[in-house]
């Protein structure tokens, strides 16, 4: 746990801030596209699964039943190398519950060529709800 979200309540925007201070986020477009993508969207948070409001907004890992999220400093790492600019195309195999999907979509934009691939139907189904739910039609 960063000693920033030892300070205040869980949330997005503490997660962020968390992200920001230890250096895991910096580029603009990457602490733009956190801020703008709740990674408790991507849970079901406080629905019996095991998972409470503050472990999602924690640097941390989470599984609930097929769901699964990386540590988003894990996330926020791999969007930096991968300097992603409005256009480009990305391609997300094993894309589980949309969380990087909807990240890399904020900082593409809605004309940029993005695809997802993920082998359980039950995690598509998910994944496509909660794209569809934050605009990203175009993943």
């Not at 300070?7 to 703008?36: E, K, M, Q």
Request: net charge negative; aromatic share 8%.
């Amino acid at each position: 746990m960063y000693p920033t979200q030892m300070r205040s309540s869980p949330s997005n925007d503490w997660l962020c801030d968390a992200l920001v201070s230890s250096g895991a986020i910096s580029t603009p477009s990457v602490v733009a596209a956190f801020r703008a993508t709740d990674r408790g969207h991507f849970l079901n948070v406080g629905e019996g699964g095991g998972v409470a409001e503050a472990d999602a907004y924690t640097d941390m890992p989470l599984r609930q039943g097929v769901l699964h999220l990386s540590a988003p400093s894990i996330y926020g790492t791999a969007l930096e190398f991968l300097d992603l600019q409005p256009g480009h195309s990305f391609l997300n195999i094993g894309s589980g519950t949309g969380y990087l999907s909807a990240l890399a979509a904020t900082i593409l934009g809605p004309r940029a060529v993005q695809f997802g691939v993920e082998c359980r139907a039950e995690l598509v189904s998910h994944a496509r709800s909660k794209l569809d739910a934050l605009g990203h039609h175009h993943v």
